[in-house]
């Protein structure tokens, strides 16, 4: 069975390329606010069924990019640096470069909007978006 991300309305519709088996939530002053569990791809896993009035947001286009509904208002999607690839879940380097900047960038869905989730399959890990980026 595919699993679909759905906005409340159904404007907005992405298939997963499977069932995710991790989950993040960020304590950052965007991701807070959306309540979002985050489940990140490699650009082009995740299949776009519809963007129908899919609006953006962001404090930093170059940086990184909200999606949402324009109907329901719904977070749906992201996409961002990797930031991953050179910092911990604590927001600590993992290198010796503290401004380092992810070359390489993913994509993230709003796991609460699939219906017919697992959430047993999942592990959830905490990131500390607010003091370590």
């Not at 807070?32 to 776009?48: D, H, I, K, N, Q």
Request: negative net charge.
């Amino acid at each position: 069975m595919t699993l679909t991300l759905s906005c409340h309305c159904g404007a907005t519709r992405i298939a997963l390329p499977g069932h995710p088996a991790h989950g993040s939530q960020c304590n950052c002053t965007y991701c807070v606010r959306t309540g979002a569990v985050w489940s990140y791809y490699a650009p082009g896993e995740l299949t776009f069924l519809s963007r129908a009035g899919e609006r953006l947001y962001s404090t930093n286009p170059d940086m990184h990019q909200h999606y949402f509904c324009g109907t329901c208002g719904m977070q749906t999607w992201g996409e961002s640096p990797d930031w991953s690839s050179l910092y911990n879940d604590d927001g600590t380097p993992k290198g010796d470069d503290p401004k380092a900047i992810p070359a390489t960038r993913k994509q993230a869905i709003n796991l609460r909007l699939v219906d017919d989730l697992d959430w047993s399959r999942i592990e959830v890990t905490q990131l500390d978006g607010r003091t370590g980026w």
